[in-house]
Structures are given as structure tokens and as C-alpha cells.
């Protein structure tokens, strides 16, 4: 049977001559996101519990407060981190192999079947705005940074080292791997150039693209990890605000 005659029956979805666990990466990626997704939204449609003191939840920074806004305030800034991610070329691959199986697995017969136009058609053509997610995501990280950093100044305008203060610093630092470690910055930095070495521009951009490169190289783990950490941290300042948690002062 040919390889056009099996993509087209159904029968044949899944198909592949592998013997290892093939399943296990798309089902494991299926349930991440899942619950992410699922925990994000009650998050963002409860609007309570997002700011204790000088602690503000990362899915409501910055904070937009307006009158003529009767929803909650999540909803004007989580566009530009959820386009990021979602039109991310680490997560497109894994979203499509875990939702739409095209394919599920390197080997593994998929789905596309004879109607497969890739992203060259609507909505999927609109993925290529990652570039510009990644411009606001930028500027939504630098303000994650800003409370992050606001977190160690108490109430009493002194400075003050808490658990939930690490935290936030601790996600800033992750985000900042996924977010600069991307194929739109690595093009960024490095794109458009035919010599690296022609002049101090070119030389000087080679060395950030290296570090971009370096930063690519795991780009996975930085996504995986900076989803986990987003959404602990607005869990830890949910349960502050609610009194199971404490922020832990140290000092």
C-alpha cells in the first residue's frame, strides 16, 4: 500500500513499525497543557487574589484598572503571553503532534490526510505573527522584572528578602530564558547579515546571536519550565492572598 493511500484512511492514523513508547511524549504534552490551560483561565475569569502588599500575580502585571473595563483585568494583557506561546515554534510542534496527531511522532503515521496545507491557510498563516508577540512579550517580561525586583520593598519602604520574593525572581529568570532564547530573537540578532566578521556591528551582533544560540539550544526546557513557573507563582500569591500561604519572610 502506498504512503499517500495510507495518510488518506483513517484506519491507518497512528500506524508506525516503532516499538518504544511513542505515545507517552504527545499524551504527557496533552495533559501539560491541559491543565495549564484550564487552571489559567479559572484564574483569569475568578479576578480575586492577585495582589498581596507589594506581591503581584504575574497573570495580572501589569495591572490595568479601568472603568469602562467591567471584566477582569487579566483578560487586556494575557493575549500577549498566550500568542507568544502558542505561536512558538517549540510549542506549535508540540501542540500539533499532542491535539492534532500531524504527526504524532517522528515514524507515526498522522492526520494531515490529502487536504494537508500546512500553515500556508487560515488561521494557521496567522502563526507567523510570532515575531511581533515576541516584541510585546519583551516588553511584558521587563515589567515582571520591575515587580518582581518592587517585591523585596515591604510596606514599610525597606527592603526585605521573602520566599514569595524569590519566587518571582526565580520566574523572571526563566522567562527571560524562554522569551531571548526564541527563534524570532536568535533571527533578530543574527538575521539579514551575509558576514559576521566584516565589521564591529557584524562582530558585535555575532556575540549575541551566539548567546541567543545557546539559549535556543534549550529551548524546550526553558518553555516547559517558565510555564511551570508562571503559573506556581500565581498560585503562591493566590494562597497568600487567601491565607494558606505565607510569603516566608526571611528578613
Known sequence: ??????????????????????????????????????????????????????????????????????????????????????????????????????????????????????????????????????????????????DALSSFINEQKAFSVSLLSLVMVTNCVLLSGYTFGCHAYRHLCGGALDCFSCDGSAKRRFKIWHLVSKLNEHHMAWAWLSLFSVGFTDFYIREVCMGTMNPVVFF
Request: glycine share 6%; with cysteine; proline share 6%.
Open 1 to 146: 500500500m502506498s504512503q499517500a493511500n495510507t495518510v488518506k484512511t483513517p484506519a491507518h492514523q497512528g500506524r508506525t513499525e516503532r516499538k518504544d513508547n511513542w505515545w507517552m511524549e504527545p499524551a504527557l504534552v496533552f495533559v501539560g497543557f491541559l491543565c495549564f490551560i484550564v487552571y489559567a483561565t479559572f484564574r483569569t475569569f475568578e479576578n480575586a487574589a492577585f495582589e498581596y502588599h507589594q506581591f503581584l500575580s504575574p497573570f495580572y502585571s501589569p495591572k490595568l484598572i479601568f472603568e469602562w473595563w467591567k471584566f477582569s483585568p487579566a483578560i487586556l494583557i494575557l493575549w500577549v503571553p498566550a500568542g507568544f506561546r502558542a505561536t512558538c515554534y517549540y510549542y506549535r510542534k508540540a501542540y500539533y503532534r499532542a491535539y492534532f496527531w500531524t504527526p504524532p511522532a517522528c515514524g507515526v503515521v498522522g492526520t494531515k490526510g490529502s487536504g494537508y496545507c500546512g500553515e500556508t491557510s487560515f488561521p494557521w498563516i496567522l502563526q507567523n505573527a510570532h515575531r511581533y508577540f515576541f516584541y510585546a512579550a519583551a516588553i511584558v517580561l521587563l515589567i515582571l522584572w520591575y
